[in-house]
């Protein structure tokens, strides 16, 4: 039986690079994401390089609790199951708090927090009646310690999905009649479509597809957590949970 591995957000960034290699491991795929004429796009790209594949496209927008269920529900009778769903999509929006832009952060706990539940939810749901599954969690680096300024919403929304991701796996702790495996990662600053704009030289930042690569490894590796790529981000994110808040400032 052929493994299936559903991700949202997948129209660009680092979901489309997780699509494109998971497929070259032999996973059929069923993407999600709202730009449909993108995930068009990138799935005629996967099968023009992996013609045995079967990769299936949904519309979604993750904030919309009964899309989220319906969607899942229809990839997992499209595909006959799902082994993997990986909570990818997210916003990155975000504005420092008492100077009027609210509408800013509002959009990224609305996706970010909200709609991850919602996704996860979903699938839990799925894997509940499957008895098995992998639950993948993308979090960020910025989740291990409060963020300033325009990140502050972003490291809080992600880090509500880490906290989340590790209570549903002491749920699963002593639960031999369910096989389901939950992994956190914490993608350090890895090139997308959401950081492609920001100006000023990133410390520590790499392409998109090897980052990617370290994630794709992690995830296939069933690890509880990772801090991805390990290199450097296994010793920051170490530092950044000991250090004082100002000294986390100027390392990020």
């Given at each position: 039986?052929?493994?299936?591995?559903?991700?949202?957000?997948?129209?660009?960034?680092?979901?489309?690079?997780?699509?494109?290699?998971?497929?070259?491991?032999?996973?059929?795929?069923?993407?999600?994401?709202?730009?449909?004429?993108?995930?068009?796009?990138?799935?005629?790209?996967?099968?023009?390089?992996?013609p045995?594949?079967?990769?299936e496209?949904?519309?979604?927008?993750?904030?919309?609790?009964?899309?989220?269920?319906?969607?899942?529900?229809?990839?997992?009778?499209?595909?006959?199951?799902?082994?993997r769903?990986?909570?990818?999509?997210?916003?990155?929006?975000?504005?420092?708090?008492g100077?009027?832009?609210?509408y800013?952060?509002?959009?990224?706990?609305?996706?970010?927090?909200?709609?991850?539940?919602?996704?996860?939810?979903?699938?839990?749901?799925?894997?509940?009646?499957?008895?098995?599954?992998?639950?993948?969690?993308?979090?960020?680096?910025?989740a291990?310690?409060?963020?300033?300024?325009?990140?502050t919403?972003?490291?809080?929304?992600?880090?509500?999905?880490?906290?989340?991701?590790?209570?549903?796996?002491s749920?699963?702790?002593?639960?031999?009649?369910?096989?389901?495996?939950?992994?956190?990662?914490?993608?350090?600053?890895?090139?997308?479509?959401?950081?492609?704009?920001?100006?000023?030289?990133?410390?520590?930042?790499?392409?998109?597809?090897?980052?990617?690569?370290?994630?794709?490894g992690a995830?296939?590796?069933?690890?509880?957590?990772?801090?991805?790529?390990?290199?450097?981000?296994?010793?920051?994110?170490a530092?950044?949970?000991?250090?004082?808040?100002?000294?986390?400032r100027?390392?990020?």
């Amino acid at each position: 039986m052929t493994f299936t591995t559903l991700i949202t957000g997948a129209s660009s960034g680092l979901g489309a690079e997780m699509a494109r290699q998971f497929a070259a491991l032999g996973h059929d795929l069923a993407l999600t994401a709202r730009r449909t004429d993108r995930l068009e796009a990138l799935r005629t790209e996967i099968l023009a390089a992996h013609p045995g594949r079967r990769i299936e496209t949904y519309a979604l927008d993750v904030t919309e609790d009964e899309a989220v269920a319906a969607v899942f529900g229809q990839a997992k009778g499209d595909l006959g199951h799902l082994d993997r769903v990986i909570v990818n999509a997210g916003l990155g929006k975000g504005a420092p708090y008492g100077k009027g832009s609210h509408y800013a952060n509002r959009e990224t706990l609305e996706t970010n927090v909200l709609g991850a539940a919602a996704q996860v939810e979903a699938a839990m749901a799925v894997f509940r009646e499957q008895r098995a599954g992998h639950l993948v969690l993308v979090a960020s680096i910025t989740a291990l310690r409060g963020m300033p300024k325009s990140m502050t919403t972003y490291g809080a929304s992600k880090a509500f999905l880490a906290s989340l991701g590790e209570g549903i796996r002491s749920e699963m702790i002593g639960k031999p009649d369910l096989d389901i495996d939950v992994t956190v990662l914490y993608p350090g600053y890895i090139r997308s479509e959401m950081n492609e704009k920001v100006e000023q030289k990133t410390k520590f930042m790499v392409d998109t597809e090897v980052g990617v690569r370290s994630m794709v490894g992690a995830v296939e590796g069933r690890k509880a957590k990772a801090y991805v790529p390990a290199r450097p981000w296994v010793a920051v994110g170490a530092a950044m949970r000991v250090l004082p808040l100002s000294v986390v400032r100027k390392l990020l």
